[in-house]
């Protein structure tokens, strides 16, 4: 069995990418997160884009541990911000991690742009690293529009007023099932497939 | 002597366009501005871009009034968000109009930015509308970078963490004469002098 690390701490990150290797029949791939290494050193995420900021994470965690290594960086694209907050979603209110705060400013950037011009995007980059130094880079998108006013209590992030395409409910308010088999990070991954069944081929 | 509306109530504005106008050897255009017409209807500023704000504005003004008329609007481009704040750069941090409260968000905003992607340019557009219907847009940018912290108290808005290229003083030290000399707005009026010239020619 290879292992493969997930540079993450987020035990749904990493049952959700061992379900899409189940699903796909990737066989023969043990997926450890960062709990389960020691010592890894934890670096800002300061990259002008998403693509670089997973490639960054997985270069570290492939130097770390000498395991291949997967990692993801995601964040909101809203076209009336020209794809701002982008790689600054987490931080958008000034702070780290205030999902309420960044929503929050969001919405008021956006108070007076009309519904036909309030499109947006969840976009993830998921990178593969290897301890050999190959690296690959994918993007998974989910388009949809932001609404007025938070709906749902599901999800994190800008879950609450984002509405996918095609669909009436915010992110905030599908199962984590519907998300998972819909949303940006789960497109990346599976983009990423091809490369991780080379792996273990 | 024919009469020129700038669509503004600030008597700097105006004293700016006739300076301009002046030095050129533009003569018999009397530049007159909002407060000396009557029940001017103000429209908020919702367009997607300067330009649109700014012809939107002189179509207004030039309806209103039977005159020819400039508008203009302006904002500051950050190259690490994407050109935003742009068109919201006056309610960045959500309400309208608090200067410090938007300088302090793109500060916070960019706080993990490294120098060498600290970019940023004013960049301001101006319209001109005739009576007749023609309407001109030009744009005007004045580039530089952003600090880390404040300084100067002339001008507004984020001139204090503005340093235009070529200067160690933010546009906030400058005097206000060495601004108008090389400011992004002055640079949009003189681009609009040629169809000025041919109100009166």
Known sequence: MSELLLATRNAAK???????????GVAGLHVIGLDDVPEFPEAPETGATFEANAVA???????ATGLPAVADDSGLAVD?????????????AGGHGDDRANLDLVLAQLGDVPDERRGAAFVAAAALVTPEGSETVVR??????????????????????????????????????????????????????????????
């Open 80 to 92: 009336a911000l020209n794809g701002m907050p982008g790689v600054l979603s987490a931080r958008w």
């Open 57 to 63: 994470k997985a270069v570290d965690a492939a130097r």
């Open 140 to 201: 998974g998108t989910w388009p949809g529009h932001l609404i007025r006013e938070p709906r749902g209590s599901n999800g994190f992030g800008y879950d609450p007023i984002f509405v996918p395409e095609g669909e009436s409910r915010t992110s905030a308010e599908l199962s984590a099932a519907e998300k998972d088999a819909d949303s940006h990070r789960g497109r990346a991954l599976r983009e990423l497939l091809p490369y991780l069944r080379q792996l273990v081929s």
């Open 14 to 24: 990493l049952a959700e990418l061992r379900r899409i290797l189940d699903d796909a």
